[in-house]
């Protein structure tokens, strides 16, 4: 059973921090590259931050500098430490693989985490 639980979101006001957490399934999480992706109301969902197997990130040009992923083997958990945050950083935050999960032909998500963002 693929598991991916999501949590830490919330409402910061512009310039504030969250840290989110993921705990995903042991196999999608120790054989695959894994991101955080985010879906703003009306937009599609996009991967903003991830991670390799050993440990190398990379970062959409939106997010550089602020955002940092790691990730923890121990705990089949992965985090996203948000700074500086904006308005435009509102969106639902979702863990998965990269590529992402798939069962059978459809793609696999979590419940995501909501961050509000207030100027």
């Known amino acids: 059973q693929v598991q991916l639980v999501e949590s830490g979101g919330g409402l910061v006001r512009a310039g504030g921090s969250l840290s989110l957490s993921c705990v995903a399934t042991?196999?999608?999480?120790?054989?695959?590259?894994m991101g955080w992706y985010r879906q703003a109301p009306g937009r599609q969902r996009e991967l903003v931050a991830s991670?390799?197997?050993?440990?190398?990130?990379n970062y959409v040009d939106s997010v550089k500098g602020r955002f940092t992923i790691s990730r923890d083997y121990a705990k089949n958990t992965v985090s996203l430490q948000m700074i500086n945050l904006i308005p435009e950083d509102t969106a639902v935050y979702y863990c998965?693989?990269?590529?992402?999960?798939?069962?059978?032909?459809?793609?696999?998500w979590g419940q995501g985490t909501q961050v509000t963002v207030s100027s």
């Open positions: 991670i390799s197997r050993d440990g190398k990130p």
């Open positions: 042991g196999y999608v999480f120790s054989q695959n590259s």
């Open positions: 998965n693989s990269v590529p992402v999960v798939r069962i059978l032909l459809d793609e696999y």
